[in-house]
């Protein structure tokens, strides 16, 4: 991932700057609304972080170096709504589709019951219910110091 950010450095152009926008490591939420209404709140236990943790690690490597400066930094709520389930998990085994991590079994048994458990909490709710991802996200800009 550095070498990533040392490539990204070199391409900018001279008054060029980087946005940089990931995950924070805590685990995304999943909610159950209807209208204003919270019904349903659970963390995902497929969540890992540990690429958001390692892309920490890289930006303050860079920043330690000289590479960058920090010129701004904040973080913000970030969701993800659908009206279904497998609309909503559709989304995500698009995002994901290059991960090519090994798949623990257990923890895909636990997602796969909490799905199970949203899906028929919206049906009893019926018109109206909306499922999302909910997550703390970091938006950084950074400036190549040169």
Known sequence: MVHA?????RLLKPDGCLIDIYSIHEARLIKV????DILFVEPDPSY??????QWEDALAQVVQRGL?????DSEFDLAVYSSSVAELQE???ELEAYDD????????????????RVENIMQAVGDGAQVAYHERARITRLRPVR
């Open 5 to 9: 950010l040392e490539e990204i450095r």
């Open 33 to 36: 609304y209807h209208g204003n």
């Open 48 to 53: 890992c972080g540990k690429d958001s943790r």
């Open 68 to 72: 960058f400066a920090i010129e701004r």
């Open 91 to 93: 989304f995500y085994d």
């Open 101 to 116: 991590s090994p798949v623990d079994e257990a923890v895909e048994a636990r997602a796969k019951e909490l799905y199970n």
